[in-house]
């Protein structure tokens, strides 16, 4: 499978990811969470993406962890395979109450939740860990509708946070325990803030940012995507799926078990408008004999800023289907296509 450069760090990553957000709620147990890992690295997979958070679906106190600790029971089974795959992970940041009852990211509790990672997963260093959200907020998660950047954090004080963080992340990389830092859910003044920092003083610089993008969502492709082809700082796509939506599972019915039929509006991404942009897409994929879900990642493949699409699974056939991505090639008239339904459903959810 093709690889791509995580940064500027040297690692290399290949260009689809195994997402791991469902293991350990209602959707995955721990066995479905070996036999993905086994069959994933089996394929040519070498990267693999968790957070202290999760599982999700839902996103619930008692479960906070449990994917970090499936995938530790599976390293301590394999530990000579510890070199075989990139491990990434991400602390949780101001808000989520059920993680240090919802503390902003700082350097000391950056790395207490990175010591905490690496005992349940049962590894010596982690190669990318990244800030799951800044702690002056977000515009993603469909709050971009509304979002309002005056009242934020001054940039002085969003610098002095960077400084201090990533000064704790450069005693980890000192200390062997980390490789790499990335971020989550960012724009593109934090991604430049975040370069800034680093080249005044010396200290890590970012690998990668994961947002979400998918066919149904490509916020990334102005600002964010010159931002990062220019500074070096890779794409980790989440949610390239839309939530399930691009495969075509739920245009004649909600599976039962299904993220749909547990989370009700996917986020508040199930609309009428989305539906219809969903449709379009899977309907090119049937016209030209394609898989709709392995259109829509291979699609991921083919953007200049992309680093790894991270994918997830609740069935090993979803995810052979979703590993079959890496081996399409999209053909001009069916990226033609793909443009213009992008033109006639823009920005669905």
């Excluded at 619930?60 to 070199?83: D, L, M």
């Excluded at 030209?288 to 800023?305: C, E, I, K, N, Y």
């Amino acid at each position: 499978m093709k690889k791509n450069p995580l940064g500027r760090t040297g690692l290399e990553v290949t260009e689809l990811c195994l997402g791991t957000m469902t293991w350990g709620s209602v959707q995955n147990t721990e066995a479905d969470a070996h036999a993905q890992i086994d069959r994933a690295l089996e394929r040519g997979i070498n990267f693999m993406d968790t957070a202290e958070m999760y599982p999700v679906n839902p996103v619930a106190a008692e479960t906070i962890g449990r994917t970090e600790q499936y995938i530790g029971t599976w390293q301590a089974k394999n530990a000579s395979r510890r070199g075989d795959y990139l491990l990434a992970t991400k602390i949780s940041g101001e808000g989520l109450r059920f993680v240090r009852d919802g503390a902003r990211i700082t350097g000391k509790t950056l790395v207490e939740a990175f010591d905490q990672s690496l005992k349940r997963l049962q590894t010596d260093y982690i190669d990318l860990y990244q800030l799951h959200w800044p702690n002056r907020g977000s515009y993603h998660f469909r709050r971009y509708w509304s979002y309002d950047a005056s009242g934020r954090d001054s940039a002085e004080t969003v610098r002095a946070e960077i400084t201090e963080i990533l000064g704790a992340a450069q005693d980890l990389i000192r200390a062997g325990k980390l490789r790499a830092i990335g971020l989550s859910n960012e724009s593109a003044w934090g991604v430049a803030q975040w370069c800034r920092v680093s080249e005044e003083t010396g200290l890590p610089r970012v690998a990668s940012i994961q947002n979400e993008y998918s066919l149904m969502c490509r916020l990334f492709d102005t600002d964010l995507a010159e931002a990062c082809v220019t500074e070096d700082v890779g794409l980790l796509a989440y949610s390239p799926l839309a939530t399930g939506m691009l495969t075509g599972k739920y245009e004649t019915e909600i599976p039962k078990g299904s993220r749909l039929d547990i989370n009700k509006d996917l986020g508040g991404r199930w609309t009428e408008r989305a539906q219809a942009a969903a449709k379009a897409y899977t309907d090119i994929a049937r016209k030209h004999g394609l898989d709709p879900s392995q259109m829509a990642l291979a699609w991921t493949l083919t953007r200049p800023f992309m680093c790894s699409s991270i994918f997830g699974a609740t069935t090993m056939e979803q995810l052979d289907i979703a590993l079959g991505a890496g081996d399409l090639t999209l053909s001009d008239e069916v990226m033609a296509e793909i443009d213009a339904a992008h033109r006639a459903h823009p920005m669905p959810y």
